[in-house]
């Protein structure tokens, strides 16, 4: 009987062995890639013409495609290990997911519409609610099935502004559309810093109705309150900020390259480069085998300040550019 036990403890040992060199190769992060190049790649595949917004275009597909082609494929809704006991994998792909749903978002309110008054392109009306089911979801239907139907819209929609005779279908690179993008990314970005400094706890003071005597909320809120981030939650919230920027990074390059000549215009090509400098510095490389989470100034390091840091600089760049697109 001892000589089966020994047998079974030693197959369970393998077994989480296995699992656990499973998970660590599930865990590598997609790496960068030039969308300009990446974008060529596909229209010569498709014998397609890079116009205006194809490079952006391009990008979305090509973003959404690494949350569902990467090692170990889409595992926010996988319920068998090892996959169900990862979490910062999942925690990465629910920020780039995010940052797929603000660009699908105003690629179809923005991006390809002339005017407020104009209609909305019909393949991207289809392709922007695929975005949205729960990134949990794993039955019927699935997340992966509905983000890879929404992959196929945009690759509808790519070819349709490819395509010279299709004068319905257009992407307008115009400042007011771009500004209307940024803005999207300001929130996004100023929430990942506030969730990511949080992570030692601060003392924060209720301005959430400064600067005008009449505003009004729905419920009272006291004037200070203690802000802090669980201790379970803070590698989680670590791996979203990186995968949230991972794909802003490659977006902005997307529109450094679509939008140039109303970046040139507006003088704020510089502040589209300065704002991806601070994004690759999120990308870097995390030696440490686990997110440290020591006090601001105590003597172990404090990745999510780190990270906080690079998302406020960027955040703040944003803000600049956004200004600079609203000048005439």
Do not use: C
């Not at 013409?49 to 275009?57: A, C, N, P, S």
């Not at 595992?75 to 780039?96: H, I, Q, R, T």
């Not at 392709?127 to 039955?139: E, G, K, V, Y």
């Not at 704020?268 to 490389?285: C, F, G, H």
């Amino acid at each position: 009987m001892s000589q089966y036990k020994g047998i079974i403890a030693g197959a369970v040992a393998a077994i989480l062995l296995l699992f656990y060199f499973i998970a660590v190769y599930w865990s590598i992060e997609p790496e960068p890639f030039d969308v300009v190049a990446n974008a060529q790649e596909q229209a010569q595949q498709r014998n397609e013409q890079v116009v205006t917004g194809y490079v952006t275009t391009s990008t979305l597909i090509s973003v959404s495609e690494a949350l569902l082609n990467k090692p170990g494929g889409y595992l926010s809704n996988d319920m068998m290990p090892p996959s169900v006991m990862m979490d910062n994998m999942p925690a990465w792909e629910f920020g780039a997911l995010e940052m797929v749903r603000d660009l699908a978002l105003s690629m179809r309110k923005d991006f390809s519409r002339s005017q407020s008054q104009s209609t909305e392109h019909p393949s991207l009306k289809k392709a922007q609610p695929q975005f949205n089911i729960s990134s949990t979801a794993w039955l019927w239907p699935s997340a992966e099935g509905e983000y890879q139907q929404g992959i196929d819209y945009l690759v509808e929609y790519r070819s349709q502004i490819a395509d010279s005779g299709d004068r319905q279908s257009q992407f307008y690179a115009r400042a007011d559309n771009l500004r209307a993008y940024v803005k999207e990314a300001e929130k996004r970005l100023g929430s990942l810093s506030q969730r990511l400094s949080a992570s030692v706890g601060q003392d924060k003071v209720n301005t959430d109705l400064a600067g005008d005597k009449e505003a009004h909320q729905a419920t009272y809120a006291p004037l200070e309150q203690q802000v802090k981030t669980s201790w379970w939650q803070i590698d989680d919230v670590f791996y979203e900020a990186r995968g949230a920027t991972w794909a802003l990074l490659h977006f902005l390059h997307a529109v450094e390259h679509d939008f140039a000549d109303v970046l040139e215009k507006k003088n704020a090509k510089v502040s589209v480069q300065q704002i991806i400098r601070e994004l690759e510095a999120t990308q870097e490389p995390v030696w440490s085998p686990m997110v440290l989470n020591g006090s601001g100034f105590g003597f172990v390091a404090n990745h999510s300040l780190v990270m906080a840091n690079y998302i406020s600089r960027a955040n703040a760049a944003l803000i600049e550019l956004s200004e600079l697109l609203a000048q005439g």
